[in-house]
């Protein structure tokens, strides 16, 4: 494999340095604000703490190689007042990166980005990555003037960019069994006895894509013979609403589903996938298998139940 920069160590992040060591990379860098301590002690990965943006590219990203953008976004949660200061090293980020490329040669930077923050709200026909990009959050404008830039930077120079505009990814952080939004929400919820509140009728429909899956893509991306630039809608063909992943939360802990339906209008993130079928032929894990390994820890020790307390 080519000279590997990963930034972050997230939930994308995490699943490409997994994928990145089973292939057999023997030598890989990541900028991340931390590290599981599997990663610390392995000789293989080269962990180097800072954020991106306070100049920790500097040095190391070296030409000729792929350099991964898999920094994360704010938690939906945060306070209102915190938002600013979360998205500052994201802004700075951009220039750090822009920066570090413009001196370079050879690079492919491999951009993930979110559909659901950059792309706007969706009908629910799929849509293709000619669509016009409508961020409807701060992060999302963020994140797509880092493409935009990136994009103006391989117009002028030799380095290269693909955008991997996702939809909804989730799975299981290395690390820690801590998720992706709804799955992690509703086994939350039913571990507690709790009732999930389904906002938008359950109607929302989202192309679920499992982050090994995504990661797979990422690296098949980043080892392609001819680097064109490319976008691509990086999500599963696996669509379901969020009713349907509820229920299939509460099947995988055997329980029985507790929710409650909110009025509201639905909103949709479906992309075509029909040019990354075509061009790399990913297998995509069906949406039960993500939910399994995120509930992994509300099963009891032999796996056919949920553990005392849970309903």
Do not use: W
């Not at 849509?127 to 002028?156: D, F, H, M, R, S």
């Not at 995504?214 to 696996?238: D, M, Q, T």
């Not at 032929?281 to 849970?310: M, Q, W, Y």
């Amino acid at each position: 494999m080519s000279d590997l920069t990963i930034l972050g160590c997230g939930l994308i992040a995490s699943a490409v340095i997994d994928q990145a060591i089973d292939g057999g990379a023997s030598s890989i860098r990541v900028v991340s604000r931390s590290f599981p301590d599997a990663y610390l002690a392995d000789d293989r990965i080269e962990c180097i703490f800072g954020d991106v943006g306070s100049g920790a590219l500097v040095d190391i990203v070296k030409p000729d190689g792929i350099l991964v953008v898999a920094t994360g976004s704010p938690d939906p949660r945060c306070p209102p007042h915190r938002i600013s200061t979360l998205l500052a090293p994201a802004a700075r980020a951009i220039t750090e990166i822009v920066e570090v490329c413009s001196q370079l040669s050879g690079l492919h930077v491999v951009l993930t980005s979110s559909g659901g923050a950059c792309y706007g709200p969706q009908g629910p026909e799929p849509v293709a990555e000619t669509t016009l990009a409508q961020p409807n959050t701060v992060y999302g404008a963020i994140k797509l003037a880092e493409e935009q830039l990136l994009n103006v930077l391989e117009a002028t120079g030799d380095n290269t960019v693909t955008a991997l505009r996702c939809s909804t990814v989730i799975g299981v952080r290395r690390g820690g069994y801590r998720g992706q939004g709804l799955v992690q929400h509703a086994a939350d919820r039913f571990s507690a006895g709790e009732t999930v509140n389904l906002f938008n009728g359950g109607t929302d429909l989202r192309g679920y894509i499992d982050s090994a899956d995504l990661a797979s893509l990422i690296l098949a991306v980043g080892r392609r013979p001819e680097r064109a630039h490319n976008v691509y809608n990086a999500c599963s063909s696996n669509v379901y609403t969020n009713l349907e992943v509820v229920e299939t939360v509460a099947d995988v802990l055997g329980v029985e589903a507790d929710y409650e339906i909110q009025a509201g209008d639905p909103h949709h993130i479906v992309l075509d996938t029909t040019r990354l079928v075509e061009e790399f032929a990913p297998t995509f894990r069906p949406l039960e298998h993500s939910v399994r390994s995120i509930c992994e820890p509300f099963k009891n020790d032999t796996g056919d139940g949920p553990k005392d307390g849970v309903r």
